[in-house]
């Protein structure tokens, strides 16, 4: 073997050990991908399934609209906007029994960012606003129905950064 072919024979030697200890190496990206999927798919089925009760009529009523602002998204990406008006019905039928606890001074909010009638007031403006998003769901109208998710959007975080967190 002249010297030239040795070093090959060697490099490729090098390559090979090289190889078999990638393959056996458990850190790989993909698996590391995977692992990630492995993970948290579970860790999410578990926090839902955790969720206690809710302890008032707004977290009630609130849980019902994350609900249904999720199922508006996927309306809006599929272009089904008959999907929408139910889960607008939903929610104000529960917010019924939100205002009667607001009535009867029963809500506590978690964060004083406003007084009560503050709150009241910001809750009015927000339902004007589903309302808005079903006249535009019930017109078919795509292009005003994202544009009206968006305001939405901004109402949940406007008065949850207020009287939320
Ligand atoms: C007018 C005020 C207001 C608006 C608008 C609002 N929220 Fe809330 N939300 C609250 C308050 C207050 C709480 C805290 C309730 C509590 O813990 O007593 C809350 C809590 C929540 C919770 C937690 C409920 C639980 O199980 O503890 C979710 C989820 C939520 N809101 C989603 C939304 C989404 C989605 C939107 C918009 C589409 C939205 N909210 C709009 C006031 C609001």
Redesign the pocket.
């Known amino acids: 073997m002249t010297s030239s072919s040795l070093r090959t024979a060697y490099a490729l030697l090098a390559l090979a050990a090289a190889l078999t200890s990638c393959k056996s190496h458990p850190q790989e990206p993909g698996a590391d991908l995977h692992a990630d999927h492995a993970g948290s798919a579970p860790a999410t089925a578990a926090a839902t399934a955790a969720?206690p009760p809710?302890?008032?009529a707004?977290?009630a009523?609130?849980?019902l609209?994350?609900e249904?602002?999720r199922d508006w998204v996927s309306a809006i990406a599929n272009n089904t906007l008959e999907a929408i008006p139910t889960g607008i019905h939903k929610v104000h039928q529960a917010r019924t029994a939100t205002e009667k606890a607001l009535e009867k001074g029963e809500?506590?909010?978690?964060?004083k960012g406003g007084t009560l009638d503050d709150?009241k007031k910001?809750?009015e403006?927000?339902h004007d606003e589903l309302v808005a998003l079903l006249k535009a769901s019930k017109a078919n109208d795509l292009a005003a129905t994202t544009k009206q998710l968006g305001v939405?959007?901004e109402?949940?975080?406007?008065?949850?950064t207020?009287?939320?967190f």
Request: net charge neutral; glycine share 2%.
């Open positions: 969720l809710a302890q008032n707004v977290q009523e609130m849980r609209l994350h249904a602002t809500y506590e909010l978690p964060k709150f910001q809750d403006e927000f939405v959007l109402g949940c975080t406007s008065c949850h207020k009287y939320r």
